[in-house]
T-cell receptor, first 115, second 112 residues
Framework: EAGVVQSPRYKIIEKKQPVAFWCNPISGHNTLYWYRQNLGQGPELLIR????????DSQLPKDRFSAERLKGVDSTLKIQPAELGDSAVYLC?????????????FGPGTRLTVT | DAKTTQPNSMESNEEEPVHLPCNHS???????IHWYRQLPSQGPEYVIHGLTSNVNNRMASLAIAEDRKSSTLILHRATLRDAAVYYC?????????????FGQGTILTVHP
């Protein structure tokens, strides 16, 4: 079974430039998550989708971050414009909510460096 | 979410058992205890979870104290591949449905 796929794996951009990350969840998983992980810290949830609906985006910095999940499958997370403090690993995860204590399956992440 | 406390780092030798502790003194009756681990340059992966009783799976065992204020993740025979950051997470589905709140975790080093 294929896992969560993310691209690109690495991205280096200059500040004020836009950047986008793509995620393809595990087939059949209805819930998708974007997390951000700063160096030496645990991941922090940015946004959670159930199918196409963003059900928790309270931690998403909406002035510069946006996300979409078209047709309830793939998702894109965008930053525009990027700031130096956005350098981090952006992780996508998916799960099949509805089962007791759904496990979240994570992709390998996209490491963003803003210079 | 209730908070967990873990040691910053632990070391083990290959093929020896490893006991990773987690304190959660403010745990509520509806909090499940989850463990995830993160190998270098990878995303976190699920290890095990439990509520009150001890749990075993192919990866590890979870021992939960009778008062539920602490728990221990047990790796029965550590391998070099078990070197990772281990996160102990409390989840109350009634409060934080679908959300994992990670702390800093325990960095496990396994020596050959």
């Amino acid at each position: 079974e294929a896992g969560v796929v993310q691209s690109p794996r690495y991205k280096i951009i200059e500040k004020k430039q836009p950047v986008a990350f793509w995620c393809n969840p595990i087939s059949g998983h209805n819930t998708l998550y974007w997390y951000r992980q700063n160096l030496g810290q645990g991941p922090e949830l940015l946004i959670r989708y159930e199918n196409e609906e963003a059900v928790d985006d309270s931690q998403l910095p909406k002035d510069r971050f946006s996300a979409e999940r078209l047709k309830g499958v793939d998702s894109t997370l965008k930053i525009q414009p990027a700031e130096l403090g956005d350098s981090a690993v952006y992780l996508c995860a998916s799960s099949l909510v509805g089962r007791e204590q759904d496990e979240q399956y994570f992709g390998p992440g996209t490491r963003l460096t803003v210079t | 979410d209730a908070k967990t406390t873990q040691p910053n780092s632990m070391e083990s030798n290959e093929e020896e058992p490893v006991h990773l502790p987690c304190n959660h003194s403010t745990i509520s009756g509806t909090d499940y205890i989850h463990w995830y681990r993160q190998l270098p340059s990878q995303g976190p992966e699920y290890v095990i979870h439990g509520l009150t009783s001890n749990v075993n799976n192919r990866m590890a065992s979870l021992a939960i104290a009778e008062d539920r204020k602490s728990s221990t993740l047990i790796l029965h025979r550590a391998t070099l591949r078990d070197a990772a950051v281990y996160y102990c997470i409390l989840r109350d589905l009634q409060v934080s449905y679908g959300k994992l709140t990670f702390g800093q975790g325990t960095i496990l080093t396994v020596h050959p």
